[in-house]
């Protein structure tokens, strides 16, 4: 079983639509929580930053972390056709010297 | 400039030829990192680099080796290429902290 659970997808939804990605784990030990969204032909990029369990807002983009369920969501509001990429949740651990477990990274597709 | 830089961006090798993958970062980010990306399987680590002595082995470090020839560059190497390395090669950068990390727009390998 690997460390961090991601859906692949794809994940197709409308424009305007509310969008739900999530990953699982299975490490109690992980306190950083991230989103990164990677465009195709194109590096990830960091989207979203989270300490420990709680909600984060930013503009459009909701991450949330609940640590008790080991689960984290990145919700995206108004979801617009520049939104379609590829995302990634990573976490890490102060005691792995906070090196970064990825997800496999969910494909998400917005239709106009 | 970007931050992080990777050369080439593409490139084609025959089986059994030595390459060089090469990146260099702005970003003053002692440590750096090389991935692969194929479908489905998201980013796996191939080695690491905490500073400019400190080089690790990653979870896929089987027929691949790095030199870390300064704070900013960080080059991978293929010995002797075969098939099933061609993959989307990414390098990346952070700090000691919870920044996040920082990717370049990465090299597409591919081995005939």
């Known amino acids: 079983q690997k460390e961090v659970e991601q859906d692949p997808g794809p994940l197709s939804v409308p424009e305007g639509a509310i969008v739900s990605l999530n990953c699982t784990y299975s490490?109690?030990?992980?306190?950083?929580f991230m989103w990164y969204r990677q465009y195709s032909r194109k590096g990830p990029e960091l989207l979203m930053y989270?300490?420990s369990s709680g909600n984060k807002e930013d503009g459009r983009f909701t991450a949330q972390v609940d640590k008790s369920s080991k689960y984290i969501s990145l919700f995206i509001r108004d979801s617009q056709p520049s939104d379609s990429a590829t995302y990634l949740c990573?976490?890490?651990?102060?005691?792995?010297?906070?090196?970064?477990?990825w997800g496999a990274g969910t494909k998400l597709i917005i239709k106009p | 400039d970007a931050d992080v830089t990777q050369t080439p961006r593409n490139r084609i090798t025959k089986t059994g030829k030595r390459i060089m993958l090469e990146c260099s970062q702005t970003?003053?980010?002692?440590?750096m990192y090389w991935y692969r990306q194929d479908p489905g399987l998201g980013l796996r680590l191939i080695y690491y680099?905490?500073?400019?002595?400190?080089?690790n082995k990653g979870e896929i470090s089987d027929g691949y080796s790095v030199s870390r020839q300064a704070q900013a560059k960080f080059s991978l190497s293929l010995e002797s290429a075969i098939p099933n390395q061609t993959a989307l090669y990414f390098c990346?950068?952070?700090?000691?902290?919870?920044?996040?990390?920082?990717f370049g727009s990465g090299t597409r390998l591919t081995v005939v």
């Open positions: 990346a950068t952070s700090d000691p902290g919870q920044s996040g990390y920082t």
């Open positions: 970003k003053g980010h002692d440590r």
């Open positions: 680099s905490f500073d400019v002595k400190d080089i």
């Open positions: 490490n109690s030990a992980f306190q950083y």
């Open positions: 989270t300490y």
């Open positions: 990573a976490m890490s651990a102060s005691d792995s010297n906070y090196q970064l477990i």
